[in-house]
């Protein structure tokens, strides 16, 4: 059973480019979660997201940024018009379905994305 | 919303040394608590966890913390450490809502052990 598989691991982009970053869940894991981590900070919660569905958006910054988890398919991270303050490793992360709260997230490796 | 405070910044030790980290939330409901560890370029791992029970919960690599729910605090202990546990560690809630495991990670401490 893989792990969540994230790519690209790095990624540089110049200012005004698009970034995607993708994230493949642990077979059978149906919810997915994108993290950020800034330089000497922890990592700050973006979006939670089930198939075709965001279910919490409330650390998505408003502007340029959106996230996806299509029906088929990788969840995308996308961020449009990138600037230098959006360097950062972004880690996704995978739980499987659950009745309660009682299971543990798995973490992908991270894309370090370089804005230059 | 919960919050996670974790006070040690940057910790320096000495191989053999005993460690703890503090780890204290603010949420008065209840809570999942968690340890994570990052080596230098890697991703995070789960070192433990705590959900219901014996507060005192034992994880990998000889790493052990306690939930003191009176204290709102989940410290992270080793009793001698390895040089090989020169990384950052991450304590992290999640207060319970079910269904939803979104994380609130403190800002980290990194243990630089010196051989």
């Known amino acids: 059973n893989a792990g969540v598989m994230q790519n690209p691991r790095h990624l540089v982009r110049r200012r005004g480019q698009e970034a995607r970053l993708r994230c493949s869940p642990m077979?059978?894991?149906?919810?997915v979660y994108w993290y950020r981590q800034l330089p000497e900070e922890g990592l700050k919660f973006m979006v939670y997201?089930?198939?075709?569905?965001?279910?919490?958006e409330s650390g998505m910054p408003k502007e340029r940024f959106s996230a996806e988890f299509p029906k088929e398919g990788p969840s995308i991270l996308r961020i449009q018009q990138v600037v230098r303050g959006d360097s950062a490793a972004y880690f996704c992360?995978?739980?499987?379905?659950?009745?309660?709260?009682?299971?543990?997230?798995?973490f992908g490796q991270g894309t370090r994305l370089t804005v230059v | 919303a919960q919050s996670v405070s974790q006070h040690n910044h940057h910790v320096i030790l000495s191989e053999a040394a005993s460690l703890e980290l503090g780890c204290n939330y603010s949420y008065g409901g209840t809570v999942n608590l968690f340890w994570y560890v990052q080596y230098p370029g890697q991703h995070l791992q789960l070192l433990l966890k705590y959900f219901s029970g014996d507060p005192l919960v034992k994880g990998i690599k000889g790493f052990e913390a306690e939930f003191i729910k009176s204290k709102f605090s989940f410290n992270l202990r080793k009793p001698s450490v390895q040089w090989s546990d020169t990384a950052e560690y991450f304590c992290?809630?999640?207060?319970?809502?079910?269904?939803?495991?979104?994380?609130?990670f403190g800002t980290g401490t990194r243990l630089t052990i010196i051989p």
């Open positions: 992360a995978s739980s499987p379905p659950s009745a309660g709260s009682n299971t543990e997230a798995f």
């Open positions: 997201l089930q198939k075709e569905n965001i279910i919490d």
């Open positions: 992290a809630v999640n207060a319970l809502n079910f269904g939803n495991e979104k994380l609130t």
């Open positions: 077979k059978g894991h149906s919810h």
